[in-house]
């Protein structure tokens, strides 16, 4: 274990600011996680979501795509299906993402200067496989793997 997993477990200990952490790929076969061990970079690939946490009060969804693209949506206020909204409520960025040891460092391109857009990560730590993101006041934000669906 790593210094930085070791502080998120302590942390989650004693600052109580945590969410189970499931490994994304908990139903992948043996034979699978062997094949990706030497590129873990492809278990990562698709899309993230972590919920209001921290300061954050609003949904965060993260997709990861194969050769490095970034896109992400933060869903501040979105407007309700089969409404017309004259605001839609959503923040969209693009960028770059690479996996660096333990962290995946994140490369905004587009949206990050736009106000009063909300403040984006520079990178997101990574616990037991699953990308996390430490807020301002300290809270641990654990993102889940969703389907395209569930976005």
Do not use: H
């Amino acid at each position: 274990m790593n210094k930085s997993n070791a502080a998120l477990l302590l942390a989650c200990a004693f600052g109580g600011a945590c969410e189970t952490v499931t490994p994304p790929d908990a139903n992948v076969d043996a034979e699978t996680l062997a094949a990706t061990e030497d590129a873990p970079e492809e278990r990562l690939i698709g899309l993230w979501r972590s919920d209001a946490c921290g300061s954050r009060t609003f949904a965060r969804v993260i997709r990861l795509d194969d050769g490095g693209d970034l896109r992400a949506a933060d869903r501040v206020a979105p407007c309700p299906a089969r409404q017309d909204c004259p605001f839609r409520g959503i923040y969209d960025r693009s960028g770059k993402w690479a996996l660096d040891d333990d962290r995946i460092v994140l490369d905004v391109e587009s949206g990050i200067s736009a106000s009063p857009r909300p403040a984006f990560p520079r990178d997101l730590e990574l616990f037991a496989g699953v990308p996390v993101e430490r807020a301002e006041n300290g809270a641990v934000c654990v993102y889940r793997r969703v389907s395209e669906d569930a976005s």
